[in-house]
């Protein structure tokens, strides 16, 4: 296992240990994205596998990898570290956009190959997006779009 690997499993480990306290407390019931949040781990750990991946173009691997960096950076639009588990809300939506964009060039097959959530992960994709706006807001939700288009090398 390499070092990005390594890193990635203890993020993803901590992350998901995280969420699974949060989501067992009274306040996580109210959250209408409790469903999302609770996929945010296992969304992290695909943006990582599928980066890695050979089979996905080079292209879509830089993208991958910088919403998956997007996930461990402790500054981001909606900061886990003053929210907790529901300052994910905006790693999820970027990770939907990111993995929308992905799947027109990639197959779907190679995408749930790496996925270990219990749902449907075209399914979960489609529903995040759905909602993706009102969840983080009109205005961050602009410049996650935006920050998606970026994560791509320059042709």
Known sequence: M???ETRDAEFYR??????????????SRANQYLDF???GPDLFMLLSRLSRDERVSRENRAKLAGAAAYFISPLDLIP????GPP????????SA?????????TDPAIVREHWEGSTDIL????????VADVMVGGPIWR???AAARRFAPSS
Not at 80 to 83: D, G, K, S, V
Not at 97 to 105: A, K, R, T, Y
Request: net charge negative.
């Open 2 to 4: 390499g070092s990005t």
């Open 14 to 27: 901590k992350l998901r240990k995280t969420v699974k306290i949060w989501a067992g407390g009274e306040q």
């Open 37 to 39: 949040i609770l996929a």
């Open 80 to 83: 886990e570290l003053l929210l």
């Open 87 to 94: 300052g994910l809300v905006d790693d999820i939506a970027l």
């Open 97 to 105: 956009l990111v993995l929308h964009d992905v799947l027109e060039s």
């Open 123 to 130: 399914e979960l994709i489609r529903r995040i997006l759905a």
């Open 143 to 145: 410049q996650l779009i």
